[in-house]
T-cell receptor
Framework: AQSVTQLGSHVSVSEGALVLLRCNYS??????LFWYVQYPNQGLQLLLK??????LVKGINGFEAEFKKSETSFHLTKPSAHMSDAAEYFC?????????FGKGNQVVVIP | GAGVSQSPRYKVAKRGQDVALRCDPI?????LFWYQQALGQGPEFLTY????????KSGLPSDRFFAERPEGSVSTLKIQRTQQEDSAVYLC?????????????FGEGSRLTVL
């Protein structure tokens, strides 16, 4: 079954510093990969998705992710963290009529 | 409505009680999903509807869990004889198309606490 692995539950980053959230996937076929974000007291919303059209995917709010088949990775980055980026981030893969999520990363932005 | 709406947002139940959680998907969305999110975990798939047909219920943890979508729009997740391990946030999501690519619109969730 297709799955994703996220390492590290809480991630602290200084305002203005690089945000890097790691995600590795397990799939025997080219995967659909996603990053979703959950802001406090809000529903999950799509940040970006990979569907094999391009390996570097740009999403909302300055986030991007790069698909690397050789590393089975789809890490999420943002060059400069903003206070408003404090949220929980989930990597996910789609197959068999369902999204399979990782455990998530709680991002804390330090002023 | 503008987004996926879930009610109640918070529910406290005594162990053994039955609960019903409602989901209003975005109008016209064909696909509807229920997920369960335990504290500190990612959402876990429960069940999937395409219009009124429940095509996949393999994620329902026990026969105490039941979901329906009789007219292909509003859906209800029912949990009978609630147990403490049922405490979680229950998320509903919908998608416009039937051939999904994983791009789902989520509600804010219903947080269930079983005492």
């Amino acid at each position: 079954a297709q799955s994703v692995t996220q390492l590290g539950s809480h991630v602290s980053v200084s305002e203005g510093a690089l945000v890097l959230l790691r995600c590795n996937y397990s799939s025997s076929v080219p995967p659909y990969l996603f990053w979703y974000v959950q802001y406090p007291n809000q529903g999950l919303q799509l940040l970006l998705k990979y569907t094999s059209a391009a390996t570097l995917v740009k999403g909302i709010n300055g986030f991007e992710a790069e698909f690397k088949k050789s590393e089975t990775s789809f890490h999420l980055t943002k060059p400069s963290a903003h206070m408003s980026d404090a949220a929980e981030y989930f990597c996910a893969t789609y197959g068999n009529n369902r999204l399979a999520f990782g455990k998530g990363n709680q991002v804390v932005v330090i002023p | 409505g503008a987004g996926v709406s879930q009610s109640p947002r918070y529910k406290v139940a005594k162990r053994g009680q039955d609960v019903a959680l409602r989901c209003d998907p975005i109008s016209g969305h064909v696909s509807l999903f229920w997920y369960q999110q335990a504290l500190g975990q990612g959402p876990e798939f429960l069940t999937y509807f395409q219009n009124e047909a429940q095509l996949d219920k393999s994620g329902l943890p026990s026969d105490r869990f039941f979901a329906e979508r009789p007219e292909g729009s509003v859906s209800t997740l029912k949990i009978q004889r609630t147990q403490q391990e049922d405490s979680a946030v229950y998320l509903c999501a919908s998608s416009l198309v039937s051939a999904n690519t994983g791009e789902l619109f989520f509600g804010e969730g219903s947080r269930l606490t079983v005492l």
